[in-house]
């Protein structure tokens, strides 16, 4: 169904008050709203987006999907080797959840709330195409850009599971990879559909620097805020950032989302029909020398701050700020403008760091600021550097301030950053506090100590499960004269409250309860699945030996780690290691 063109309020307001200016003095400058410029690229002009495509515009799509889904494994490799150790795997698990989760309900709702055209779509929210399907005259063009836009959605909730690492539980994110396609598909409806309330104001952003990055950023930001710091992360007074388990991956990962941007990118030129085959090279030109000039400010920035050492993860950062800074830009840049975006979005990247280690804001891979900062600087940049595109109607008939433009596109381009921010942090906050208040977000400080990979996939990278079992007692003996002394202290704070005195042997109870039974360890709780250490270390079933400190009968409740006989264990675990000597 045809989109019926129309003149937002939004429009009269802008016109009115930012051109300010003739046709004129502006040379192709429109003023019209962009529903009524044919041919764009992205949405395809006044038809739904998709329509009229040929077949070797469906192979570039697919094509290109292809190419962009490789970037999976670049965040997964880029964000494991971030992280320590002992969470490399459950990261790479994360990655998996982001496309096996958040892909089944793009095709079950995401795909028709944000392309949908049936009866009912209008400028906040498409309509139709529900668990998608095509009949086999449509199903090219219609699976061809399902394959693409899924791509497009899975991507940015990947952004999300980096600013999370390291103390998310799983069962948790994985709910949360299922809803987090809402936060994205109503911006993608605003931006890309050609009824979208951002479309039809004239909003360009070519490959999804707002759509995608920004909108994941915005709730990768909300969501490492809600978690709080990983444990012990701003003890130290230059911020106790650890060091990259694998900086070998994190380049290795670089490397891949790299080539993958290229499909982002080239493919959003959505076919090679007209001059869009034309354009794809431009945006592949202008994608490279993005990158360029943020890798070159990234080592540039390293040197100057580092006292002389390249650091891996201002290189890698500076690179992918200017690889999002160039993307809703990519097909309308000249060359030159393409390296200059780059490079300050890779500042933004690297400057971003250091800003939020100020602030104490616990973000492991950089996320926010590379997808998020670069995000603002290049959806901005776009009212500065467009180009008028006069091959396909991707610039709908405008360009930037610095080429004469006028400030008009400058304004849209700031208004779809404020409500992209506002939209993606918001829905965001409801959602993950909604999963937090009935599943809980963070993981105990246990199995953050141990790792989400045993605690989560029985998966131990300790060579030595003699050392893997002591690093265990030592976490399980710090909580309990922890919580030893909180309820010693709560004791006396009662004492004093009711100016009473207890005597000695209520005292000394209170100090013993706190001590492995499990009634006074509500932070610890009994989720915790410490077990797979004793099936993955030991080959052994659970214990039925309770822990039982100073003669105290322990609680019933035998699903906490904690309630092990840790001397039943450390025999185990010493036996083992004998017979392994022998």
């Known amino acids: ?26 040379g192709n400058y429109s003023t019209a709203p962009a529903s009524t410029v044919p041919g764009n690229g992205t949405a395809g002009g006044t038809q739904a987006a998709g329509d009229g495509l040929s077949w070797d515009d469906a192979t570039w799509i697919l094509t290109s999907s292809f190419i962009i889904f490789t970037m999976q494994s670049g965040f997964g490799l880029l964000e494991c080797g971030n992280v320590s150790s002992k969470n490399e795997v459950n990261i790479m698990v994360k990655n998996a959840v982001d496309v096996v989760f958040g892909g089944l309900t793009y095709w079950m709702f995401g795909f028709g709330i944000t392309f949908g055209m049936a009866a009912g779509t209008n400028a906040f929210c498409g309509v139709g195409d529900w668990f998608l399907d095509s009949d086999d005259e449509n199903m090219g063009v219609v699976f061809a850009k399902f394959i693409f836009q899924l791509s497009f959605a899975t991507t940015s909730t990947t952004i999300v599971s980096g600013a999370m690492a390291e103390r998310t539980k799983l069962n948790s994110y994985i709910v949360f990879s299922m809803l987090n396609t809402v936060v994205y598909i109503f911006p993608a409806h605003w931006i890309w559909a050609p009824n979208g309330f951002l479309y039809t104001m004239g909003v360009i952003d070519v490959a999804g620097t707002g759509a995608v990055h920004l909108c994941g950023a915005a709730c990768g930001l909300v969501a490492t805020l809600l978690l709080k710091p990983r444990i012990g992360r701003f003890d130290d007074e230059d911020g106790g950032a650890p060091e990259m388990s694998s900086p070998t991956n994190v380049l290795l990962g670089t490397f891949m989302l790299w080539w993958g941007w290229l499909g982002f990118n080239c493919g ?7 001059g869009k085959w034309k354009l794809a090279a431009r945006s592949a030109v202008s994608t490279m020398l993005g990158s360029l000039g943020g890798g ?29 800074s160039v993307t809703a830009i990519c097909a309308i840049a000249s060359p030159f403008g393409g390296l200059v975006i780059g490079s300050f979005g890779g500042l933004a990247a690297d400057l971003g760091v250091p800003l939020l280690n100020y602030l104490k804001i616990d973000d492991p891979v950089g996320a926010v600021p590379v997808h998020g900062f670069a995000a603002i600087w290049g959806m901005l940049a776009v009212g500065l550097f467009a180009l008028n595109d006069s091959l396909e109607g991707f610039s709908f008939g405008r360009k930037g301030l610095l080429y004469g433009g006028g400030p008009y596109l400058l304004g849209v381009q700031l208004i779809a950053v404020v409500v992209i921010i506002l939209w993606g942090a918001g829905v965001s906050f409801v959602l993950l506090k909604l999963i937090d208040v009935t599943m809980g977000l963070r993981m105990s400080e246990e199995e953050e100590e141990l790792g989400a990979d045993i605690c989560e996939h029985e998966i131990d990278q300790n060579d030595d499960p003699y050392e893997e079992i002591q690093r265990y007692l030592t976490i399980c003996d710090a909580h309990e004269n ?7 202290m709560a004791v006396e704070n009662k004492i004093a409250e009711e100016n009473k005195m207890a005597d000695e042997s209520n005292v000394e109870d209170a100090e013993d309860d706190g001590k492995g039974t499990g009634r006074d360890l509500p932070a610890a709780g ?4 410490v077990f797979a250490i004793a099936r993955s270390l030991f080959k052994a079933d659970k214990t039925d030996h309770p822990h039982k400190p100073n ?16 001397n039943w264990i450390l025999r185990r675990a010493i036996k083992k290691k004998i017979t392994e000597d022998i």
Do not use: C, H, W
Not at 4 to 21: E, H, I, R, Y
Not at 526 to 529: A, E, L, V
């Open 296 to 324: 070159l400010v990234g080592v540039t920035y390293s040197y100057a701050t580092k006292k002389g050492q390249f650091n891996v993860g201002d290189i890698v950062n500076g690179i992918l700020g200017g690889l999002v």
């Open 1 to 26: 169904m045809d989109a019926t063109p129309t003149t937002t309020v939004l429009d009269v307001f802008l016109n009115a008050t930012l051109s300010n200016q003739t046709t004129a003095d502006n």
């Open 268 to 274: 959003s030129t959505y076919g090679i029909q007209g």
């Open 526 to 529: 009994g989720s915790r699945r």
């Open 482 to 488: 922890k919580m030893a002394d909180e309820n010693k």
């Open 551 to 566: 003669g105290i009968v322990a609680s019933t409740d035998l699903n906490d780690p904690i309630n092990f006989d840790k």
